[in-house]
Every structure is written in structure tokens, then in C-alpha cells.
């Protein structure tokens, strides 16, 4: 059995279980960091000696870092077809728009935006800066808005890998309480995976627990 650590309310926890419910496969996830703690356990820093979730163990296989986890579970659980697909031409298309989602898109967002917003008091916030955030954000949904102008999902027609990394972000993005531009392909995106009954078992769970008092 696949054992995953990290607590429900992390979003990267959320990317890896949503790919655990997609690939069906048999787990346990065991709540570790923030409130819970355990991240400077000696058994956790063997898994990951970062200290950081998720983290999980596959029989003798120790593994951290959300993307390296979740290509990890497609290619050896997956069924090679457009999830993850075992042909390297088809595989580079997945894969670079999960790399981009990751390191462009998921990175604007969560610390330049969640935490300043939801896990900062209003009085310690910097609103300026959370404006020049979200402006710099927007920029990165215009690729997403035009990716999916022609196609239902960011690869291709068919769910992949990539809207795992790219749309556990969106649903953060689309409920906080800012202001956002019209979005209405990406709103449209967003509520076919919304539709999916693992991600709103494991992406839309409440981030009330992480909220700031007075924010």
C-alpha cells in the first residue's frame, strides 16, 4: 500500500491525492506538517530529509517533491494512454505544461497570493503587493485561457497529468475573496474538474484551518 504524508489542507498534498483517486489506487495518507507536526521526526526525515510534504513510500521506495511523485504514480500505475502516455513525443506534451503549471503557475500563486491573502492578518498585509501579484498571475492565465480556447483540457482533449498540476491551483484561485478578471474558458475548465468526484473529495477542501486571525 502507498503511504502519503502531508495533512489535507496542503494544496501539493492535494495535487498527489487527486492523482492517487484519478490512478485508484490503494493508499493511506497520514496528516503530517503545520498543526500536526512530525516534519522533524526522524522517520519523516528519512523519507524526506527537506522536511517538507508531501512524502510518501511505495514498498522500498522513499520519494518527495509533488510533480516527481505524481509522474512516478502514472508511469507505474498508469495504463500508458493520455494520462501519462508511454510514447515520449505524446509524454512531452503532458509533461511540459505540468512543469510549467508547477514552477510558473503554482509558484505566482500560493505565496504571493494565498499567503498574502488568506495567511496574512489584513493589518500585516501588503495590498500593493498583493496587486502587482495578482496582476502577475493574470498573465500567466492568459497562456492557460489560450491553451484551452480550442481543446477541453490543457494537453488535449483528455484529462492528463497536467490538469492535476495546473487545476488543483484554480480552485484557490477562483474562491478567495479578490478581484479577478472575467474568466469564462477557464471558468468553464475549471468546473469540468470540479465535476470529477476525486477532486472535490481531495482539492476542495476547506483552507479555513490555515486562514490568519483577521484576515
Not at 41 to 58: C, K, M, S, T, W
Not at 136 to 153: C, G, N, S, V
Amino acid at each position: 500500500m502507498i503511504t502519503l504524508y502531508g495533512r489535507a489542507t496542503s494544496s501539493n498534498v492535494q495535487a498527489v491525492m487527486w492523482g492517487v483517486a484519478e490512478l485508484g489506487l490503494d493508499h493511506e495518507r497520514l496528516d503530517y506538517g503545520h498543526t500536526h507536526g512530525g516534519l522533524d521526526d526522524a522517520e519523516f526525515r528519512a523519507i524526506n530529509p527537506h522536511g517538507r510534504v508531501p512524502a510518501l513510500r511505495d514498498g522500498d521506495l522513499a520519494m518527495f517533491e509533488s510533480c516527481a511523485i505524481l509522474r512516478y504514480l502514472a508511469a507505474r500505475y498508469g495504463d500508458g494512454g493520455p494520462f501519462w502516455p508511454a510514447d515520449p513525443v505524446a509524454r512531452a506534451q503532458v509533461d511540459k505544461w505540468a512543469e510549467w503549471g508547477k514552477v510558473n503557475l503554482a509558484s505566482a500563486f500560493t505565496v504571493p497570493i494565498f499567503w498574502a491573502r488568506v495567511r496574512t492578518a489584513a493589518a500585516d498585509r501588503d495590498e500593493p503587493a498583493l496587486a502587482r501579484a495578482i496582476a502577475r498571475f493574470e498573465d500567466q492565465i492568459d497562456a492557460l485561457e489560450a491553451a484551452l480556447a480550442q481543446q477541453d483540457h490543457v494537453a488535449g482533449d483528455a484529462f492528463s497529468l497536467a490538469d492535476i498540476v495546473i487545476g488543483h491551483v484554480l480552485f484557490r484561485w477562483f474562491d478567495i475573496d479578490i478581484t479577478r478578471r472575467p474568466r469564462p474558458v477557464v471558468e468553464a475548465y475549471h468546473q469540468r474538474l470540479a465535476a470529477r468526484p476525486a477532486y472535490r473529495e481531495h482539492v476542495m477542501v476547506s483552507y479555513q484551518p490555515l486562514r490568519a486571525e483577521g484576515a
